[in-house]
C-alpha cells in the first residue's frame, strides 16, 4: 500500500480575471511531514487558480503511487473529478472546455496516484483550508510578476 498523503488546496484571484494566487498544504503524517506552498500570478482566474493548486501539490509529490486525499473547496474541481466530466472531456480533446491545460496535466498526475477529493466548505474554519486562502490571497496580494501565459494566450485568442 502506498503512502497516505493529505493535500489541502486554495486558489484566490483578486478580481475575475486578476492577480491571483495557490495555497498548498502537504501532509504525510507517517514521516510527520508537513510543507506549504503559495506562488502568485499577474493575471489569472479564480478557477485556474483553484485547479493549478492542485495540480502543482500532485507534481511536488516525489513518490508514486500514493493514496492522496485533495481537500478543496472548489466544487469545479471535486465535481469535475467526481462526476468524471474530466475523462468526458479528455475523450473530446477539451474541446470548448476551460484550463484544458490544468486538465491535462491534472490527469497526468492522476494516473501516478489514487487520489479522493473532498470538498470542503469555504470559510468554514476548516484550519487548513483557512491558512490554504491566507496563502493564496496573500500570493496574489503581494504584486506577483509571474504570467499565467497559458490564459493570457486564451484571452488574446478569445477576441
Known amino acids: 500500500m502506498g503512502a497516505s498523503i493529505n493535500i489541502y488546496t486554495d486558489g ?29 500570478f499577474k493575471y489569472t482566474t479564480n478557477n485556474r487558480m483553484e485547479l493549478l493548486a492542485v495540480v502543482v501539490a500532485l507534481e511536488k509529490l516525489k513518490i508514486n503511487r500514493a493514496n492522496v486525499v485533495v481537500f478543496t473547496d472548489s466544487k469545479y474541481i471535486v465535481d469535475s473529478v467526481e462526476l468524471k466530466r474530466v475523462f468526458k472531456w479528455e475523450n473530446n480533446n477539451f474541446k470548448k472546455i476551460k484550463n484544458p ?7 497526468k498526475m492522476k494516473s501516478k496516484h489514487n487520489i479522493k477529493f ?3 466548505k469555504g470559510h468554514s ?3 487548513q483550508n483557512e491558512r490554504c486562502d491566507k496563502l493564496a490571497v496573500m500570493a496574489a496580494k503581494n504584486n506577483p510578476v509571474e504570467r499565467d501565459l497559458q490564459y493570457e494566450e486564451f484571452v488574446k485568442n478569445k477576441n
Open 12 to 40: 484566490s484571484s483578486l478580481g475575475n480575471p486578476g492577480p491571483g494566487g495557490y495555497g498548498i498544504i502537504l501532509e504525510w503524517k507517517k514521516k510527520n511531514y508537513i510543507k506549504e506552498y503559495s506562488k502568485g
Open 101 to 107: 491545460d490544468l486538465w491535462i496535466r491534472f490527469l
Open 118 to 120: 473532498i470538498w470542503i
Open 125 to 127: 474554519n476548516h484550519p
